[in-house]
């Protein structure tokens, strides 16, 4: 890991940690987000040691949203993002490629098909969002959808994740600057925002580059 990109966790891990104090925030609640900051320096150089730490992680984030009371979330940490972190890790493994995998391209039929099965299930879950009258049924639902599809697609390693990684990420900032405005306690996940669409900008830039050399070396 490069000197430039450690600069970056600690300055970041600083930042939210004043945050937290400055809006009293329980520090038990920011632990996961020190832990993500190297889950996802290592994810922005498409390193599979990062679903590894983020299974590690996702633990954490259940004792956390069990902490706050919101089980939905803490039974999706569990029950998804634990199970699917590691099977991408040992998945990536044995594909490997340096330290990170071999990445493949989806066809135009499973863009398709993807595309459309995520704007069906997007407009029901915003449409019953809105019909409860919830302030962030557009940005949440969108959100939501795309933290059970990129996972699954990270797993099985097409390229395409990094794409809606980064509108996910865009969305995740603007859905937390709306919820800062309601709450200034959740600064400290805005700033951490910020720092993850910085680390995948970087993976989009890592699997392009990754790809591109496994693309080289089967045609020569």
């Given at each position: 890991?490069?000197?430039?990109?450690?600069?970056?966790i600690v300055?970041?891990?600083?930042?939210?940690?004043?945050a937290?104090?400055?809006?009293?925030?329980?520090?038990?609640?920011?632990?996961?987000?020190?832990v993500?900051?190297?889950?996802?320096?290592?994810?922005?150089?498409a390193n599979?040691v990062g679903?590894?730490?983020?299974s590690?992680n996702?633990?954490?984030?259940?004792?956390?949203?069990?902490?706050?009371?919101?089980?939905?979330s803490a039974a999706?940490?569990?029950?998804f993002s634990?199970?699917?972190?590691?099977?991408?890790f040992?998945?990536?493994?044995k594909?490997?490629y340096?330290?990170?995998a071999i990445?493949?391209?989806m066809?135009?039929k499973?863009?398709i098909?993807?595309?459309?099965?995520?704007?069906?299930v997007?407009t029901?879950?915003?449409?019953?969002?809105?019909?409860?009258d919830y302030?962030?049924?557009i940005?949440?639902s969108?959100?939501?959808?795309?933290?059970?599809v990129?996972?699954?697609?990270?797993m099985l390693a097409?390229?395409?994740?990094?794409?809606?990684w980064i509108?996910?990420?865009?969305?995740?900032?603007?859905?937390?600057?709306?919820?800062?405005?309601?709450?200034?306690?959740?600064?400290?996940y805005?700033?951490?925002?910020v720092?993850?669409?910085?680390?995948v900008?970087?993976a989009?830039?890592?699997v392009?580059k990754f790809?591109?050399?496994?693309?080289?070396?089967?045609v020569?």
């Amino acid at each position: 890991m490069k000197n430039s990109k450690i600069i970056i966790i600690v300055a970041t891990g600083i930042a939210i940690l004043v945050a937290g104090i400055v809006c009293k925030q329980e520090i038990f609640l920011m632990i996961p987000l020190f832990v993500s900051l190297f889950v996802m320096a290592f994810q922005s150089e498409a390193n599979r040691v990062g679903p590894l730490i983020g299974s590690i992680n996702s633990l954490i984030y259940t004792a956390a949203y069990i902490y706050m009371g919101v089980y939905a979330s803490a039974a999706s940490a569990i029950l998804f993002s634990f199970p699917v972190q590691l099977m991408t890790f040992f998945r990536w493994k044995k594909n490997a490629y340096k330290k990170t995998a071999i990445f493949r391209k989806m066809t135009t039929k499973m863009r398709i098909v993807w595309s459309v099965a995520f704007l069906v299930v997007w407009t029901i879950m915003a449409a019953v969002f809105m019909h409860f009258d919830y302030e962030y049924a557009i940005l949440d639902s969108c959100s939501f959808i795309f933290g059970f599809v990129i996972p699954v697609l990270t797993m099985l390693a097409y390229i395409e994740y990094t794409y809606l990684w980064i509108i996910q990420c865009i969305v995740g900032v603007f859905l937390n600057i709306q919820m800062v405005i309601n709450d200034y306690k959740e600064t400290t996940y805005l700033i951490y925002g910020v720092y993850a669409l910085y680390c995948v900008i970087g993976a989009f830039i890592s699997v392009q580059k990754f790809y591109k050399e496994q693309q080289e070396m089967l045609v020569s």
